[in-house]
């Protein structure tokens, strides 16, 4: 199988998603380091409506662009349906599963900028993550370790007043507590088996690997146990 590529910013949860179906489907693939300013790394895709705002994930696999972290999992499953299924056969299982996919997107990808920026620390180590990683030229990427916290912490400022919320880590640990219910005592959300539901949170809690709200939810020992599951598959199953 070719090598896919993966347009992507490093801290971006609906990003972490992507690579997390990439791994679990053994797909070998490279990632491109977006510049969050210029984009200018992004391919132009085809018959996209003028004025559409670019932005990542975007996957380049078999000959085809696919844009939209939901719509790049449903491409991968298709493309490769046989090695951990996203999708349950069971009606009840599926639904649930796609409930937790849609959660994900709709309010945890939401939550997460809140403890990656969301004090004067976690937003300067953002920073720097975000200036090591992406493409940026020298004079850019000294601006973006310089200012870039103070830009970063007012995105999750901004975030937790549009979603009426005032801590960043109580409404996370909020979101953790109701992914712990959905999981229950099975192994995965559905059962034995990891299902879209798993692949996307999994993603998107990869994303805080680097900052203190990790270590919160590694000390809950039912989640810190399916996390260390997932990583696991994925790094049994990642192309090498």
């Not at 790394?41 to 018959?47: D, R, S, T």
Request: charged share 25%.
């Amino acid at each position: 199988m070719n090598p896919a590529t993966l347009f992507q910013f490093e801290l971006c949860p609906y990003c972490n998603k992507v690579s997390a179906g990439l791994e679990l489907k053994g797909i070998p693939f490279r990632k491109v380091q977006v510049n969050p300013m210029s984009k200018k790394e992004l391919p132009a895709i085809p018959g996209l409506p003028e004025g559409t705002k670019r932005k990542v994930p975007v996957l380049e696999m078999s000959g085809k662009l696919v844009m939209d972290s939901t719509d790049i999992l449903k491409f991968l499953d298709a493309e490769v349906p046989d090695r951990v299924p996203f999708f349950p056969a069971d009606e009840a299982a599926r639904a649930k599963t796609e409930q937790i996919e849609n959660w994900v997107d709709d309010t945890l990808t939401f939550a997460l900028p809140t403890v990656i920026y969301g004090t004067w620390l976690e937003a300067a180590k953002a920073a720097q993550i975000t200036a090591r990683t992406s493409n940026f030229g020298l004079v850019q990427n000294a601006m973006v370790r310089a200012g870039g916290s103070l830009i970063m912490h007012q995105v999750s400022k901004s975030i937790l007043k549009k979603r009426g919320k005032t801590d960043g880590h109580a409404w996370v640990s909020a979101e953790l507590d109701q992914f712990e219910a959905w999981l229950g005592e099975q192994p995965f959300v559905c059962g034995d088996a990891p299902t879209l539901g798993d692949v996307a949170t999994h993603g998107a809690l990869s994303c805080i690997r680097e900052f203190p709200m990790h270590a919160e939810l590694m000390r809950r020992p039912r989640l810190a146990a399916w996390f260390t599951r997932m990583d696991d598959l994925r790094a049994k199953n990642r192309a090498s």
